[in-house]
């Protein structure tokens, strides 16, 4: 299977920007993606990535996307405490499973 | 956006019973549906692909016998963990797919199952 790996442990301040960063190995995936879980809840999709494109911005989320290096970052825009919560990436395969990595724990202090 | 349910939300039971979970699709008919497990603090782990109308395909280590899947209808698939044992106990979660475009395949709000 794949692996994708990315940092566990992530602490903002309210207000700054905060990155997640992930790589992946699977360079056949057409599509890349970023979910964000919140305790106890299931996945919501925040969103995703055309594996052709290098960056794809949607209202406070920037993706940037390094195919060469199998990189995949997520950047938050003036991080708030609603952000708080995990956020895991996420490739596709041609039978649409999804594989994911450990997940990044963001914490927003004050 | 279109919902995907699970029932129950959270089970206790004991050790050596039987416990399903269901998963829906409430307003879209999903081609596939898929099985997840959650330990704490750790990533989703897909157990199994499941298919109207076939047999759920199982992913290398989960055993089929345990974990049976039936997916009687494009809108409903059903978990059901036999023999429970402590170790049992994680977060499951599904998703369901039109197999349309790249977003859509949704996630269901997940089960808590704990095996006394």
């Known amino acids: 299977g794949e692996d994708v790996e990315q940092s566990l442990f992530l602490s903002v301040r309210e207000g700054d920007s905060s990155v997640i960063n992930c790589t992946y190995t699977d360079s056949s995936s057409t599509y890349l993606y970023w979910y964000k879980q919140e305790p106890g809840a299931g996945l919501q999709l925040l969103t995703y990535i055309f594996s052709n494109m290098d960056m794809k911005q949607d209202q406070r989320l920037t993706v940037l996307l390094n195919k060469k290096d199998k990189h995949l970052s997520l950047r938050i825009a003036d991080t708030q405490t609603g952000d708080s919560a995990i956020y895991f990436c996420a490739e596709i395969s041609n039978d649409y499973k999804l594989s994911f990595g450990a997940g990044t724990t963001v914490t927003v202090r004050a | 956006g279109a919902v995907v349910s699970q029932h129950p939300s959270w089970v206790i039971c004991k050790s050596g019973t039987s416990v399903k979970i269901e998963c829906r699709s409430l307003d879209f008919q999903a081609t596939t549906m898929f099985w997840y497990r959650q330990f704490p603090k750790q990533s989703l782990m897909l157990m199994a692909t499941?298919?109207?109308?076939?047999?759920?395909?199982?992913e290398q280590g989960v055993e089929k016998d345990k974990f049976l899947i039936n997916h009687a209808s494009l809108t409903l698939s059903t978990l059901t963990v036999t023999s429970a044992h402590p170790e049992d106990s994680s977060f499951y979660i599904c998703s369901a797919t039109t197999g349309g475009g790249p977003d859509t395949q949704y996630f269901g709000p997940g089960t808590r199952l704990t095996v006394l």
């Open positions: 499941s298919n109207e109308g076939s047999k759920a395909t199982y």
